[in-house]
């Protein structure tokens, strides 16, 4: 297994005999808002020892859907976040505000996201009039290539490009309206449908119970439960 992981580029390091307490802290940050009769529904103590297996039963990643996807993956019914998606560029530039004004220029995104399924159609429409960049060299590809400016523009949320300006010094900005405004599922295995339910079934409880809308506040900055 270490070996494995390193070949993924994974920084391995051994801390004997602090398993439990590293479960454990997991378990109360992610997690303390489950009941323990919710945690047993939903198979926790075998989800938490997954992250590094090749076993996946559910993937929580930010994910909506789009045609593609449906295709391969099984969605649930009950959405647990909006992910609204605005320009985003460096926080000193002020001549951009909308799609239409980085037209002749270059945007960067994700080559599997929705944004870049977005982007692909609005040039279509548009006589592909916005070089489209896909990122690929690592999870901060799209901020680096802004900050040197080999872009003018990327797809973000207000809560990621937070989360950014606090950790970095580059710092950036949203600009316009909502460019798109996501809904945000769980993805499962084609034929997992009992898993499906239960998670819908969960999600509909920490709505109604207030968990969700609270959770959201506390690490996104504001409630995306609901559509902006």
Do not use: C
């Not at 002749?104 to 599997?112: D, P, S």
Request: net charge positive.
């Amino acid at each position: 297994m270490k070996d494995a992981l390193k070949k993924k580029g994974m920084f391995v390091k051994k801390l004997s005999n602090q398993g439990e307490f590293f479960r454990k802290r997991w378990e109360h940050k992610f997690a303390s808002a489950l009941s323990a009769s919710q945690k047993k529904k939903i198979y926790m103590d075998q989800f938490l020892w997954h992250a590094f297996s090749n076993k996946i039963d559910m993937i929580a990643h930010n994910m909506a859907q789009n045609a593609e996807r449906k295709k391969k993956f099984l969605f649930n019914d009950e959405t647990y976040n909006y992910s609204p998606l605005y320009v985003t560029v460096p926080k000193n530039r002020n001549d951009i505000h909308s799609l239409k004004d980085l037209e002749g220029k270059k945007m960067i995104v994700g080559a599997t996201s929705n944004a870049a399924v977005y982007l692909d159609k609005y040039n279509q429409k548009h006589s592909n009039k916005i070089d489209v960049v896909y990122a690929g060299q690592g999870a901060d590809d799209a901020t680096t290539q802004l900050k040197t400016g080999r872009v003018d523009a990327t797809l973000a949320t207000p809560f990621s490009i937070d989360f950014s300006n606090q950790a970095l010094k580059f710092q950036q900005k949203t600009v316009g309206d909502i460019v798109i405004n996501s809904k945000v599922y769980f993805m499962f295995n084609k034929k997992d449908e009992k898993l499906k339910s239960e998670v819908d079934q969960a999600i509909k409880k920490l709505k109604k119970d207030g968990t969700l809308k609270k959770l959201s506040t506390k690490w996104l900055g504001e409630d995306y439960t609901v559509q902006n």
